[in-house]
Every structure is written in structure tokens, then in C-alpha cells.
């Protein structure tokens, strides 16, 4: 079959769909990935927007002739999930998250099914069929032996290592934060991996270095599964997608919610995986001297509680998720 993603926005609606894409090509489907442009954030601008994306969907479609269209979550997959259901063909959305976005909540009335990462958010979609999937991450996320992943980072083989990660775009919140923390980390025997983002790489480099705490920062990192097998511990946003990846690769979590997401999504996210012992929570606005350094010299220094909640996470790990969403597009499709 011929299939649409449309995902757009950060990378926790474009690195799913593209796991997605994957498991299609491998199963002999088309896929053809949508990236429609952002939203004007004025209302006749919106409208202007939405319809535009809506005619260029609609003209893709009468060349490509999808028979199945997903939406990745989002304002920027409504237009092509309208598109598609406009076409009378098969229509779904993913929702990574506990709380679905306000996009997803208007769109599940034009699509067979809704997709969900967690079950949790299931009684909010009470109208419509929904299928518990898992959130779907990439093939090439795939574990490698952590010695030879902290060398590959210029780390040394056999010292604890964080990870410290802010998602797609980095966050300068997390940032900070480990910039106060990095004076009280520093007689621990521990490296860090830490992601920073585009803007504030040479800022926190620097405040590694001052605080001779050993590190490999770098804004971004493409091969993920390097940073992801040479962590024990990461320091994170709670992200659906990111959830997703840290337990796949079984590591435990110190969770800092983005505080100005939508309905506050990414704090149910989080409460999932500390309710099932895998992470603990930190909120931004609690961040406050050393609190988020005796957070992680808790769990580091405890072999016992890392080791139980490396196991805990790894057990909500959602690793067959692309495959469930594929499989499940294919069983609509053929009824």
C-alpha cells in the first residue's frame, strides 16, 4: 500500500514516523514522509496556512494515491490526515503522550483508529477505537558495548556516566541546571555525555571544564545509540519519544518535565515511568543549588537501586512499536 506520514515540529513527532517508515519499506509498502511548515501563530494566519497545506495534500494525493494516511501528532498533521480522509481513504493519528494534544483531540473524529503510546490515554479518546502500540523509535537505535560507546566519545571505559539531554532542541532549563549542580559533582567518580542544543554548547563545555568535571558535550549527537549505550543514568526531559528511547536501551531516568508543555503532558509522562520505579522527578522550578547533584550521586552511588531501575525501565520499553503500528494500519486497511 501506498502510505502518507505527516510529522512535523520537533523530532518527538518526526523520529517516530520515520521508525514507521522503515517497518513499511521492510514490509514492501511506499512511504512517503510528510513535512508540512509550521503554523502562523495569528488565527488568519492559521487559516490561511491550513488551507494551503490542505490543496497542496489533496494535489500530492491525486499523484501518489495513498490507500493509508497517518498523523504523527500535531497542528502540522491535521491538513493531510483532512486530505486523506477527503479522499475516502484510510485515515489513523499517533498520540505519543499520556495527555493527547489538542490537535490529536480534533482530529481522532476523522480517523479509523488512534494510536497511543501509553494506555493511559486512552480515556481520552472515549468516541473512537483506539490501539495500544507503544511509541515507535528508530532501527538504528541498537545497543552496543558501553566500553567501546564511552571510548568512541573520547570517555574513559569503566567510570559511571550520565547523560544529560534536553531533546531535539536542546534545554537551556536542563542546562542551567547542570551548570549549578556541576561544583557538587565534582570529587564524584563521574563523566558526563551532555547534549546541549545549538545555543549554549560552548557555554556549557566551558563550565565543564572549570569544574574539571570529565565530559563530551556536544550541541547534537546523529548516532544516538552511541550516547544511549554508554550511559548508566540519563538527566532528561520527559518527552514521549525520548521515554521511548531511554527505555529501549534500559536506563533509568532523572526527569525534568518541560514545564510549559501543553496540558503539562510531559509530568504524566513522567509519573508513568516513577510510578514503575524507573525515574525519579525533578521539576525546573524546584532546581535550586546542589538538589539536582544529590539527586544523581543518590542513584549513582546506590549499584542496587541503578541496577532495579535499569531493570524497571527496560520493562516499559516499547521496542516492537513500529512494527504494532504497521501491523495495525494493515489490519484496518484490509477489513
Known amino acids: 500500500m501506498n502510505a502518507v506520514i505527516a510529522c512535523g515540529g520537533t523530532g518527538g513527532h518526526l523520529f517516530p514516523g520515520l521508525a514507521v517508515a522503515e517497518v513499511l519499506r521492510q514490509r514492501g509498502h511506499d512511504p512517503s514522509i510528510g513535512l508540512p511548515s509550521p503554523f502562523s501563530p495569528t488565527i488568519f494566519g492559521f487559516v490561511r496556512r491550513f488551507n494551503e497545506s490542505l490543496a497542496r495534500c489533496r494535489a500530492i494525493y491525486r499523484r501518489y494515491k495513498p490507500q493509508v494516511v497517518l498523523g504523527m501528532g500535531g497542528f502540522t498533521s491535521t491538513a493531510p490526515v483532512l486530505a486523506g480522509k477527503m479522499r475516502g481513504v484510510c485515515t489513523f493519528i499517533h498520540e505519543s503522550n499520556a495527555i493527547p494534544g489538542k490537535a490529536n ?10 494510536l497511543l503510546g501509553f494506555k493511559e490515554c486512552a480515556p481520552f479518546f472515549p468516541r473512537v477505537k483506539t490501539e495500544i502500540t507503544g511509541t515507535p523509535i528508530r532501527t538504528d537505535l541498537q ?69 574539571n568535571v570529565p565530559a563530551f558535550v556536544a550541541s547534537f549527537h546523529h548516532r544516538m ?14 518527552g514521549a519519544a525520548s521515554l521511548a528511547e531511554l527505555a529501549s536501551f534500559s536506563l533509568p531516568g532523572i526527569l525534568i518535565p518541560f514545564p510549559y508543555a501543553s496540558d503539562d503532558h510531559q509530568t504524566r509522562n513522567a509519573e508513568i515511568f516513577t510510578k514503575a520505579d524507573a525515574a525519579i522527578v525533578v521539576k525546573e522550578a524546584e532546581i535550586l543549588d546542589d538538589i539536582l547533584a544529590r539527586r544523581i550521586r543518590e542513584i549513582i552511588d546506590d549499584p542496587v537501586r541503578l541496577q532495579r531501575m535499569s531493570k524497571n525501565s527496560a520493562r516499559l520499553s516499547s521496542r516492537n512499536a513500529a512494527n504494532a503500528v504497521v501491523e495495525t494500519m494493515e ?3 484490509a477489513t
Open 105 to 114: 483531540k480534533l482530529t481522532a473524529r476523522l480517523v479509523r483508529a488512534v
Open 143 to 211: 545497543r552496543i558495548d558501553r566500553r567501546l560507546a564511552r571510548e568512541k566519545l573520547g570517555l574513559h571505559g569503566d567510570i559511571s556516566t550520565l547523560l544529560v539531554m534536553g531533546g531535539s532542541q536542546g534545554a537551556s532549563g536542563i542546562n542551567q541546571a547542570m551548570i549549578k549542580s556541576l561544583p557538587a559533582l565534582a570529587d564524584t567518580a563521574l563523566q558526563v555525555i551532555h547534549l546541549t542544543g545549538t545555543r549554549e554548547e560552548k557555554l556549557v563545555a566551558d563550565n565543564y571544564r572549570r569544574a
Open 331 to 333: 489490519r484496518y486497511t
Open 225 to 238: 545509540e552511541e550516547v544511549y549505550s554508554a550511559a548508566d543514568l540519563a538527566v532528561a526531559r520527559s
